[in-house]
């Protein structure tokens, strides 16, 4: 049986396609909670999509993008407009998050918002770090948080991949028995 959520991201990536994509991972680098988890629906919208490069293109760059730019929407938000995102509950922001946020950015500067962004789990939390009190501009900040999201949605590329040749030797194996019994 396959999980709700995955269904879910199935339906969405078969009707929308890689607007889905970008819309989730858009809100995810904004930090607005999980709509839906982004690596479900991207390693769904890759297994949808297949193995060939053509296909899975849009997906990867949709991922990028969108990852990039909500990030750089909560980068100005509070660098230009002084937002401050624990007022905000969608986004799960805690002062020990932004701390260690902030050591971070203090330490490794630029390469820590890539870092940051490879990792699940810390992605995009060093968007506060750089964009309150530090001379970042936003164009380098948007390159550090592609770079970052480029090694990220390329290890979820990958995983999908995987996931989708396994699926069609499997099918190729045991034939639409299989595909009924999902």
């Given at each position: 049986?396959?999980?709700?959520?995955?269904?879910?991201?199935?339906?969405?990536?078969?009707?929308?396609?890689?607007?889905?994509?970008?819309?989730?991972?858009?809100?995810?680098?904004?930090?607005?909670?999980?709509?839906?988890?982004?690596?479900?629906?991207?390693?769904?919208?890759?297994?949808?999509?297949?193995?060939?490069?053509?296909?899975?293109?849009?997906?990867?760059?949709?991922?990028?993008?969108?990852?990039?730019?909500?990030?750089?929407?909560?980068?100005?938000?509070?660098?230009?407009?002084?937002?401050?995102?624990?007022?905000?509950?969608?986004?799960?922001?805690?002062?020990?998050?932004?701390?260690?946020?902030?050591r971070w950015f203090d330490r490794?500067?630029l390469p820590a918002i890539a870092?940051?962004?490879?990792?699940?789990?810390?992605?995009?939390?060093?968007?506060?770090?750089?964009?309150?009190?530090?001379?970042?501009?936003?164009?380098?900040?948007?390159?550090?948080?592609?770079?970052?999201?480029?090694?990220?949605?390329?290890?979820?590329?990958?995983?999908?991949?995987?996931?989708?040749?396994?699926?069609?030797?499997?099918?190729?194996?045991f034939g639409g028995d299989l595909?009924?019994?999902?």
């Amino acid at each position: 049986m396959i999980e709700p959520h995955v269904e879910t991201a199935l339906a969405l990536v078969g009707t929308y396609g890689a607007a889905a994509v970008f819309v989730v991972f858009a809100l995810e680098g904004a930090l607005v909670g999980k709509v839906l988890p982004a690596r479900t629906l991207f390693v769904a919208a890759v297994v949808a999509a297949g193995v060939e490069a053509v296909a899975v293109l849009p997906v990867f760059v949709a991922a990028v993008g969108g990852a990039t730019v909500g990030q750089i929407l909560v980068f100005v938000a509070v660098r230009r407009f002084d937002v401050d995102p624990t007022e905000f509950r969608v986004v799960p922001v805690g002062a020990s998050r932004l701390d260690g946020a902030n050591r971070w950015f203090d330490r490794w500067g630029l390469p820590a918002i890539a870092a940051s962004n490879a990792v699940p789990g810390t992605r995009g939390w060093l968007a506060l770090s750089s964009a309150s009190g530090s001379s970042v501009s936003t164009s380098r900040f948007a390159v550090a948080s592609m770079v970052g999201s480029v090694a990220y949605a390329g290890a979820l590329l990958g995983i999908g991949l995987a996931v989708a040749l396994g699926f069609e030797s499997a099918v190729g194996l045991f034939g639409g028995d299989l595909v009924a019994s999902l």
